[in-house]
């Protein structure tokens, strides 16, 4: 598929998806474990900086800012116009939130910006990995540091499985594994430092700039 189709794809699945992200079922309640697994590995100080990529209806933002009673600046990036709608929806009176469309590969916003990036099951998504992990670099603060959860081709079974999701889920790209993570972080000039197991399958791979 082409770049320009995927990204078309992707935008009009998430589209979709956006009017039930803040409502119940099992979705819902599989993100919302997710974003709290990450949400609990994070060092959140005072006048901290944010920023969540596939940041959906900007919910582990939320929460993230309840933390340090909403003392810093919190940004959210995603491809989905309507998921960013919702976004501003949801936090209008709150001046220190930011909402962004934007492909993760090319982010409008200064480098050097943010302490903590998040990426919650957004990154299988992408078409250009690299790309995607080089704007991450780009945008940390020196000592800052990047979580990324997603579902971890550790084994040969979720090899295969990547493959299959990609022929029902056109959205998809592809699943990575714990190597593949480490090199895309060193090849960006970030430090691998660790991951961190939320489920069987789900790993949060953390670099720091």
Request: hydrophobic share 35%; charged share 25%.
């Amino acid at each position: 598929m082409k770049e320009s189709k995927h990204l078309e794809t992707n935008k009009d699945y998430w589209d979709k998806c956006a009017s039930s992200m803040d409502g119940k079922g099992l979705r819902y309640e599989f993100l919302r474990k997710c974003q709290t697994g990450v949400i609990s590995l994070l060092e959140i100080e005072d006048s901290i900086s944010v920023l969540d990529i596939g940041c959906g209806t900007g919910w582990a933002l939320g929460q993230i800012a309840k933390k340090v009673n909403g003392k810093g600046s919190f940004y959210g990036v995603d491809l989905s116009s309507k998921m960013i709608e919702n976004a501003q929806g949801n936090f209008k009176d709150d001046q220190q939130f930011h909402f962004v469309v934007a492909n993760a590969e090319s982010i409008p916003l200064n480098g050097n910006m943010f302490n903590i990036i998040i990426c919650i099951n957004s990154f299988h998504h992408y078409f250009n990995p690299q790309k995607a992990m080089n704007e991450m670099q780009r945008l940390l603060k020196n000592g800052g540091k990047l979580y990324i959860l997603d579902p971890t081709a550790d084994s040969r079974i979720f090899k295969i499985l990547s493959k299959i999701m990609a022929l029902f889920d056109h959205a998809h790209e592809k699943l990575y594994s714990t190597k593949e993570f480490k090199e895309m972080m060193l090849c960006s000039g970030l430090k691998y430092i660790g991951l961190r197991k939320i489920q069987m399958y789900q790993k949060v791979h953390i670099g720091e700039k």
